[in-house]
């Protein structure tokens, strides 16, 4: 495609309710990144697709958090149970291997 | 712990005044630091800065990166409205693919 999309571009859900957001990356990128963008603050990186290596999760907040990459293409980020701190805007990226990070436009996601 | 910080948080400026914005990082086995403008929600790619003294410009912005002092700064010059944004500064770091971020410049251009 011709840039990163996701969906849904809004999400309101109630509190301990799951909610899962699509990431369509840029066609050809191997390279899928998931961060999360909290009120007047920076990214913070969540996880991390690389081909057919193992994803690097490190930045998962809980175990409540998790996503999958299908067929090295499209991802889905899924929280359980959520909580009103988990509302935040949630951004992916995609690149080339290792090159630029090109970012969706975000799905906001509010926790009553 | 890999941090990135920004200053100022918040600048308020007039139309065709210049602008600079600081980035400062601490990163172990640092890579690159970036720049990108945030209008709505999707941070678009401005500036990708690997090596120290070497200005990279892009119309009226221009940036450029301090290994020694682990700095860089994002210039704009006659500023326009549309240039009002968050402009965030991130570094990736060797054999980790994730970008730390720092928290972002909020920059307001008033006309």
């Known amino acids: 495609g011709a840039g990163v999309s996701q969906s849904p571009s809004n999400k309101v859900t109630e509190k301990g309710k799951d909610v899962e957001l699509r990431c369509d990356p840029i066609?050809?990128?191997?390279?899928l990144y998931w961060y999360r963008q909290s009120l007047g603050q920076g990214l913070e990186f969540l996880i991390y697709?690389?081909?057919?290596?193992?994803?690097?999760k490190s930045g998962l907040p809980s175990d409540r958090f998790s996503a999958e990459r299908t067929g090295g293409s499209v991802s889905t980020l899924t929280i359980q149970r959520t909580q009103q701190e988990d509302s935040a805007v949630y951004l992916c990226?995609?690149?080339?291997?290792?090159?630029?990070?090109?970012f969706g436009p975000g799905t906001r996601l509010t926790v009553l | 712990e890999d941090k990135v910080v920004q200053s100022p948080l918040s600048l308020v400026v007039h139309e065709g005044d210049t602008v600079t914005l600081n980035c400062s990082y601490e990163?172990?086995?640092?890579?690159?630091l970036l720049w990108y403008k945030q209008e709505k929600k999707a941070p678009t790619f401005l500036f990708m800065l690997?090596?120290?003294?070497i200005e990279k410009k892009s119309g009226r912005l221009s940036s450029i990166l301090d290994k020694k002092e682990l700095f860089s700064i994002l210039n704009i010059t006659a500023t326009q409205t549309g240039d009002s944004a968050i402009y965030l500064c991130?570094?990736?770091?060797?054999?980790?693919?994730?970008?730390?971020f720092g928290q972002g410049t909020r920059l307001t251009i008033n006309p």
């Open positions: 991130a570094s990736t770091i060797q054999g980790a693919q994730k970008l730390v």
């Open positions: 066609s050809g990128h191997t390279a």
């Open positions: 990163v172990t086995n640092f890579r690159s």
């Open positions: 697709f690389q081909g057919n290596s193992a994803p690097d």
């Open positions: 990226a995609s690149s080339l291997n290792f090159g630029t990070q090109y």
């Open positions: 690997t090596s120290s003294g």
